[in-house]
């Protein structure tokens, strides 16, 4: 039987399901539901954090 993990994503407040093997700090995946750029925090409990890729921040 395959083990699957459950998070909540920030940005929407939908439950994302990983297999084990994508549950790992620092990987970066999008949130099924609405699209979301979430890194993985805490591995236990299943914690995202959003990205917010701010290209406009670069102006001078």
């Not at 039987?1 to 998070?7: A, F, L, P």
């Given at each position: 039987?395959?083990?699957?993990?459950?998070?909540i994503?920030?940005a929407?407040?939908?439950?994302?399901?990983?297999?084990?093997?994508?549950?790992?700090?620092?990987?970066?995946?999008?949130?099924?539901?609405?699209?979301?750029?979430?890194?993985?925090?805490?591995?236990?409990?299943?914690?995202f954090?959003?990205?917010?890729?701010?290209?406009?921040?670069?102006?001078?």
């Open positions: 039987m395959k083990k699957i993990v459950e998070g994503c920030p929407c407040g939908e439950t994302i399901y990983l297999p084990p093997a994508d549950v790992y700090k620092g990987n970066v995946i999008h949130c099924p539901v609405c699209g979301a750029k979430l890194e993985i925090i805490e591995e236990s409990p299943l914690d954090e959003e990205i917010f890729d701010d290209e406009e921040d670069d102006d001078i």
